[in-house]
């Protein structure tokens, strides 16, 4: 446990200045998309050609969000496709380059799940951490937003509102403990299968790509294919509706189980550097 | 005692280790000698778990290894294997943290002995002072044996004379050392054992002060004779 959490904090501590960035991209470009949306949007309702201003049509935070989603969403798919990107480099980085560092690691005396089971808990941490950051982002923009605008002309925003007003921040912050489980419970799900793909590949080098795209290829079906098979889209399906949700998600926990006891095999007794 | 027992490795279609088998006792010297493609390295890294094998068995003692004998056997790979952004301070404090045997008054006596600057990056090291601090990251725990890869790849003449100093040094006395290296006539009189390797396989294993003695060979003598027949 104590060698696993090493391995995290070194995970973490080598990912520190491209998180940062990520972290001052998403600031810099939801910060001036607020000030300069913000500023365009007070200035029509300063018009005097515009008719007079009633309490039911303020502008409000909500709207400026609502306005704006692709460059509020543009910093977050760039963080997204970063992250996606570092899943393989996490592991690549390690085998290609001058420094082999796949020596030392393998070599540690601990047992290799760790090297595993640290690499996937850094990519969790950092998704939940531009998550929060994020959380905490919209809270200061709305501040920034209550000093451009004139109090006269400012409506108020309910938080909730503000996240359902931008069609990325709907899915990626669901409102329902359910729905939020789900979805980063998918993404663990996906991250373990690309592991296990990339372990695959280092493993039986030219043929493991072969193996990793269609182990790749197999879990995609699997999940995709079992609610369709189930009858999700037949009005007189067997299965009711929260049946087949039910069996979805012990199809995505089965193949996350078989990806993370793979990943673990071939860390064990295949892979080599 | 580190005993290699009829170890077969394929590789593709090859066997790069073909029924492969040697032991490095404790407190010698032994050196895995051969040509370019012989299985040297990967022996290494089949003793260190880093290569899978098909048939045979490692040992260390006796018993299988496993992971709690990278406690007792360290590893000084051909390759700096530390990330070229960490600062040689942080790589010692990495070693800290995972290996109980680590001996960190060792470390810095290294450090100094080859002139390495902890403030340094790893990625910011010549080929020869990253082979140095290999060592260094290999010798300073307190294992009972070191298995060196090339640890004279990339070091000018000078910086070979301090490695070779190493080996006759107390830092390396009364441990087993198994390596391989093409700069024998260097180490030639530090050697206890060579074991030459030729197609994965032990072609002739013998105790070099025997053989000069009673033969009048050096080991690269024999190797001429056994290799290039």
Not at chain 2, 16 to 34: H, M, N, P, Q
Not at chain 2, 143 to 167: L, Q
């Amino acid at each position: 446990m104590n060698r696993y959490l090493k391995l995290v904090h070194m995970e973490i501590h080598r990912f520190r200045y491209f998180l940062l960035g990520l972290m001052a991209l998403t600031l810099v470009g939801q910060i001036l998309t607020v000030a300069i949306a913000t500023s365009n949007e007070a200035a029509k309702f300063r018009d005097p050609a515009r008719f007079s201003i009633d309490s039911a049509d303020k502008l409000s935070f909500e709207w400026i969000v609502r306005i704006s989603q692709g460059m509020f969403a543009l910093p977050i798919l760039i963080s997204m496709a970063a992250l996606l990107f570092y899943v393989f480099l996490i592991w690549y980085r390690d085998w290609l380059g001058r420094s082999t560092f796949m020596y030392r690691l393998l070599a540690l005396p601990t047992a290799r799940r760790n090297l595993y089971l640290s690499k996937l808990t850094a990519i969790v941490l950092f998704v939940f951490v531009l998550l929060s950051f994020q959380l905490i982002l919209l809270a200061f923009e709305q501040l920034i937003f209550h000093w451009i605008v004139p109090a006269d002309i400012r409506g108020e925003s309910v938080f909730t509102d503000v996240i359902l007003s931008n069609w990325l921040f709907e899915v990626l912050l669901p409102l329902s403990g359910s729905q939020f489980v789900s979805l980063y419970g998918f993404g663990i799900m996906a991250v373990t299968v690309l592991f296990t793909a990339i372990l695959l590949e280092r493993s039986y080098r030219i043929w493991g790509i072969g193996y990793a795209a269609a182990y790749v290829a197999a879990c995609g079906f699997a999940v995709y294919a079992t609610p369709f098979a189930l009858g999700v889209n037949q009005l007189g399906s067997y299965f009711y509706q929260w049946e087949i949700f039910a069996i979805e998600a012990a199809v995505c926990f089965l193949v996350t189980a078989v990806s993370v006891a793979l990943g673990f095999r071939l860390l064990n007794k295949r892979i080599s550097v | 005692m580190i005993e290699v027992v009829n170890v077969r490795k394929r590789y593709r279609r090859r066997y790069v280790l073909d029924g492969l088998s040697f032991a490095a006792e404790k407190g010698r010297i032994t050196c895995l000698a051969g040509l370019n493609g012989a299985g040297k390295s990967t022996a290494l890294k089949v003793i260190m778990g880093l290569a899978p094998y098909q048939e045979g068995a490692v040992r260390l003692d006796g018993k299988p290894i496993d992971r709690s004998s990278r406690e007792r056997i360290s590893f000084v790979p051909d390759r700096i294997a530390m990330p070229s952004s960490m600062k040689l301070a942080d790589a010692l404090q990495f070693m800290a943290d995972f290996y109980a045997s680590w001996n960190g008054a060792r470390a810095r006596e290294l450090m100094r002995f080859f002139d390495l600057k902890e403030g340094d990056k790893v990625g910011s090291l010549s080929k020869g002072m990253a082979a140095k601090f290999n060592l260094v990251l290999g010798l300073a725990p307190d294992t009972d044996y070191v298995v060196m890869d090339e640890p004279f790849s990339g070091i000018d003449v000078f910086g070979r004379e301090a490695v070779a100093s190493v080996f006759s040094s107390e830092w390396v006395e009364g441990r087993g050392v198994l390596i391989t290296t093409h700069e024998i006539a260097e180490i030639e009189h530090l050697i206890d054992h060579v074991v030459l390797l030729k197609d994965g396989r032990a072609v002739r294993s013998f105790d070099t002060e025997r053989v000069r003695d009673e033969e009048g060979k050096s080991v690269v003598d024999v190797m001429r004779e056994v290799l290039l027949a």
